[in-house]
């Protein structure tokens, strides 16, 4: 798999001024889901059903999103669709501590690739990350001491012959899901209706962690090693005592480019803290 041109190049103005209409956006239309609250952000709009929450925008900006009221939680999780005709998607999540942003994970499709960037606040501007890669929940292979906002890992987009995915790439639509299976024969075509998933939490050691699934199994590294793994983890590096400890969290944002977005599945840990 290549790597794309600027692998290791800063992505840290992007990243924030693709996170600056989190803070301005004004939260309107509201629906309940899993028992929390989710409202639309920007112009997007939001409905919910048994299958889930709806987010649709019709501004290719990505500016147009959800925030999801989680209480004070120390886990999220959630199973993610889109639907876009571009041949571009990015997505920007976001974890929000009583107002302030403190962590967000960049994941950009474009191409043939699907890239991977987080940003953390624990330690200021000196704030690094690491990129870990776990397969059948054992780790294959780590690189720490990456900067915030620069990408830490991609894999590959429709990589051709090979197993089936275990479930639907968030950029896929259903139709293309459905057609890409039956092209490459895979046999069964139900992981189209698994929706892979994205998961923030904190861990006791005031460490936040962003998890995806990687459907096709292949992950290749800032460093250049190509690993087979079916999870990618943008955990912070939290060093000395100017480190601001967040132990837990109460929104999580999503932004997205594409015009559907649906949280087809959700759950929250609380905090224990009082």
Known sequence: MRLPQGFGNS???AVFAFALPFAQAQAHECVEFKG????????????????GVKVVSDDASGEGGVVIHTGLAVDWTAGFFSESDAPENKMLFSSVSEGSVTSTA????QGDVRTYAAS??????????????????????SVGGIRNGTIGGQEPVNPGPGPAPYCRPQYQTQ???KNYCQDQRYGSCDYCRIPCRGVFRTLPDAVCQWRFDVPYRRVVLSDGREVEGDEIVLTEEVRGPTSYPYLGFDEIRVQSTARTLQIASESVIPSSTK
């Open 11 to 13: 992505l840290w103005a």
């Open 36 to 51: 929390l609250n989710h409202c639309g952000i920007g112009n997007a709009q939001v409905s919910a059903s048994d299958e």
């Open 106 to 109: 960049s994941v950009e499709t």
């Open 120 to 141: 953390f606040t624990g330690a200021g501007e000196s704030t690094t990350y690491s990129v870990l890669v776990y397969n059948r929940g054992q780790l294959q292979a």
């Open 175 to 177: 139709d293309q899901c």
